[in-house]
């Protein structure tokens, strides 16, 4: 529709893996040579674990692409199927499609026999297998022992298990040790960096044959990682979407404002943000709207009731510590002009001590009781109430932990960030715990946004944080939310 308007050759934000249009930061660069080391090394199990959307298919194109013509390739796109089918399936991608029916013995009989042939010609095999998060246990251990085709001295089968972090989290079950300590080169993709966007949005237009500049505005670029937060598919799908909303207008330039609009879309279609994300953004105004109107009322009945010099020059008595719901009782029952009740202390409680706050101003003895009062009491109350958080069944999230739980790693995050938000402290002695925890977990700098990690019970002896917020986690910060064990 816009090839021509904009100077393009082809649509440089389809959703088709293309190896073409592939776009090599550090991140892919790093993930595409750990496979080709993998292969090429005869390593046996190669995974590639990476959030959807960040390209883990077109990598592996990329890979096939530039294996040399010793390595013979089968890419499995659909592994939701039982081990007989996958079996038939690698013989027939090799040449040898086995009569229906062939007993699994037999089938495992001619592949042994393929890859000894193979490796006697001085070439490799390897089985690529795509969405494999999507893989039953069952399927997994099979492989496993299919990786047992080998010689004395090498491997003559190489398998790539590309999948979503739930991959990992497969990978980590007790029943499955065996699988995971045969993957000899972890690989992982991430999300483009904030600075990435711009890069990767000039390079696919390059791709297509078109020019990337004054296409699209740094507004545009800004918007676009706020939505996408560095996910190439959500990237292509936004940039694609700006360019027919740019190209409806009759203008080149995407400018914020279009980018924008074009997201307003999406989000009205598949793309709208979770239930919990806007159940936070309402709460967040609801308390921010609670604290204006506390400050509103408190200076509302200040006028009312004089000043504090005033209040306490005439000795009246202050009004008591009462709760929202028992403020308009008082006041509707409390005559003009009568003197105030005795002072009650506040029961512990945070609601309660902003209520008592709110309450507390100054007003003479003849002051008649503001509606004011009771406005800014109830909004604080509002306020100072916790947001509920979308947390599992069963699950509470915890600021200490007292016992083995599962977290999903935030944007931005790193293993010391981790530690810190959800014990209060890091020590090396806890980072090495987590890691044991996690054996999937062979870098202590390298986790990924939406990655699984499991926190293990603090160490014995561990340092308590000097301060700890009402939740257990160090102040200043927010323990991350349970997610329910597997």
């Known amino acids: 529709m816009y090839l021509t308007f904009f100077g393009f050759r082809e649509k440089p ?18 993930a595409l040579a750990a496979l080709r080391y993998g292969i090429n090394e005869r390593k046996g199990f190669v995974s590639l674990i990476g959030e959807a959307g960040t390209g883990k298919t077109t990598l592996l194109r990329r890979l096939l692409a530039e294996l040399g013509a010793d390595v013979r390739s089968v890419l499995i796109l659909n592994p939701a199927v039982d081990f007989d089918e996958l079996l ?18 037999q089938l495992l009989q001619a592949l042994n026999a393929e890859l000894l042939d193979t490796l006697a010609r001085g070439g490799n095999v390897v089985v690529l297998i795509d969405e494999a998060q999507d893989l039953s246990i069952p399927v997994l251990e099979e492989l496993r022992l299919l990786s047992n085709l080998e010689t004395a001295k090498e491997k003559i089968l190489q398998f790539v298990l590309a999948g979503q972090p739930e991959l990992d989290g497969m990978l980590a079950r007790p029943e499955l040790r065996q699988l995971r300590q045969r993957i000899a080169v972890p690989a992982r993709l991430r999300p483009l960096g904030k600075g990435e966007v711009a890069a990767y949005v000039a390079a696919r237009i390059s791709a297509a044959g ?156 003849d002051a008649v009781p503001t509606p004011a009062l009771a406005t800014a009491a109830l909004a604080v109350e509002v306020a100072a109430t916790p947001a509920p958080q979308a947390a599992p069944q069963g699950e509470v999230a915890e600021g200490t932990v007292a016992e083995p739980r599962r977290i999903f790693v935030q944007a931005g995050d790193d293993l010391t960030h981790i530690a810190r938000r959800n014990y209060g402290f890091v020590t090396q002695e806890l980072l090495i715990e987590i890691q044991r925890a996690n054996p999937g977990l062979t870098n202590l700098d390298l986790v990924t946004t939406g990655q699984t990690i499991v926190l293990p019970p603090a160490p014995e002896g561990a340092p308590q944080p000097a301060q700890m917020a009402p939740g257990g986690a160090a102040e200043g910060s927010a323990p991350d939310h349970a997610v329910a064990p597997r």
């Open 13 to 30: 934000f389809n959703l088709t893996p293309d190896p073409k249009f592939l776009y090599l930061n550090a991140s892919y660069r790093e």
């Open 88 to 105: 038939v399936f690698i013989l027939t991608d090799l040449g040898h499609a086995p009569a229906p029916g062939t007993p699994k013995l």
């Open 210 to 365: 078109g020019d990337a500049r004054g296409i699209f505005a740094p507004s545009a670029l800004r918007q676009l990682y706020q939505f996408s937060r560095g996910v190439p598919r959500l990237v292509n799908v936004a940039c694609d979407s700006a360019l027919v909303t740019a190209y409806a207008a009759g203008t080149r330039l995407v400018d914020g404002k279009l980018m924008r609009e074009a997201i307003r879309d999406l989000r009205r279609g598949p793309y709208r943000a979770p239930t919990a994300s806007r159940w936070r953004t309402r709460l967040a105004t609801i308390a921010v709207a609670g604290i204006v109107g506390a400050v509103m009322g408190i200076g509302a009945s200040r006028l009312a009731g004089g000043s504090f010099a005033h209040w306490r020059g005439e000795g009246a008595t202050p009004p008591s510590a009462a709760t929202p719901q028992e403020m308009p009782r008082q006041m509707s029952s409390a005559p003009a002009g009568a003197p105030a009740a005795e002072p009650r202390a506040a029961e512990p409680g945070g609601s309660e001590q902003a209520a008592a706050r709110a309450t507390d101003v100054p007003r003479g003895a």
